[in-house]
């Protein structure tokens, strides 16, 4: 287990680009969905704004989610630290504990006017491929990373499942936003315990009640538990509309233009 500590930033990387490669392969050779974009007109603002958050949490924050655990591993402080459970239990529940609570913050960032600002970048992409999964405002990175740090705090979470955790959240988003047709019994069976992409494709729609719906990233439970889940797009996944009615122009998929986006009005 150690071993994902040391080289925690190589295995990160390393399986960021197996899967992405992977993903952007499947998508090329069994599409989900007709573009309406060229690759061109969103990969180099989608990977873009990966960099420029990725370079800002870098410079802004000098510690990550992993040295938080470290730290309050070393210090016995949260609660998994205080109770004690056999080491497995630990592990596991740590892992579960972020899932859900990452899917709790992801509610909040669509119920607080504020933080949609923020969070609507992700959704206003108007295709729905690997690189959209990757799609998120700087400013949320950093608020993700120390909603995530406080979390790792307070719940005492063991270092070894913030690296898996981290590790699953960052492949399962890249998996769940690919544009790649999984064979329809394969993803009935598959959603009874993770989020697939014809899931979590529903909560990209432009119909407000598919959006407020499937907003699980790892494990299809919580949406099941919390009363969020929708099986199914109304238009069906080839008929429906992806993005958001406000920010439908293509000059809205420029690097530039989704950085400033959170600051945009919303056409009423
Ligand atoms: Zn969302």
Not at 124 to 152: C, N, Q, W
Not at 256 to 267: E, G, S, T, V
Request: aromatic share 10%.
């Amino acid at each position: 287990m150690d071993i994902l500590l040391t080289h925690e930033s190589t295995i990160r990387l390393s399986v960021f680009a197996g899967l992405f490669l992977v993903m952007a392969v499947l998508e090329a050779m069994k599409p989900r969905r007709k573009r309406s974009f060229t690759r061109r007109q969103r990969w180099f603002s989608n990977l873009g704004i990966l960099f420029v958050g990725a370079l800002f949490a870098r410079f802004l924050l000098p510690w990550l989610p992993v040295s938080v655990a470290l730290y309050a591993q070393s210090q016995g402080i949260g609660l998994l630290n205080l109770i004690d459970i056999p080491d497995i239990m630990g592990l596991v529940g740590g892992v579960l504990l972020l899932d859900f609570l990452i899917y709790v913050q992801h509610v909040v960032m669509h119920k607080v006017p504020l933080l949609w600002r923020l969070h609507r970048l992700h959704h206003a992409d108007l295709d729905y491929d690997v690189t959209t999964g990757v799609r998120f405002h700087p400013v949320e990175i950093i608020l993700s990373l120390l909603y995530k740090m406080g979390l790792v705090l307070a719940l005492g979470v063991d270092p070894v499942s913030v690296v898996i955790f981290e590790v699953i959240l960052n492949g399962m988003a890249m998996f769940n936003h690919a544009n790649f047709k999984l064979p329809l019994g394969l993803d009935r069976w598959l959603r009874w315990g993770v989020v697939t992409p014809d899931m979590h494709r529903v909560h990209h729609s432009s119909t407000q009640a598919e959006t407020d719906s499937n907003y699980g990233f790892n494990i299809s439970l919580w949406d099941r538990l919390c009363r969020t889940y929708v099986d199914q797009p109304a238009k069906g996944h080839d008929n429906m509309e992806i993005g958001l009615d406000d920010f439908r122009n293509p000059s809205n998929l420029r690097l530039d233009q989704m950085l400033l986006q959170p600051f945009k009005k919303a056409k009423p």
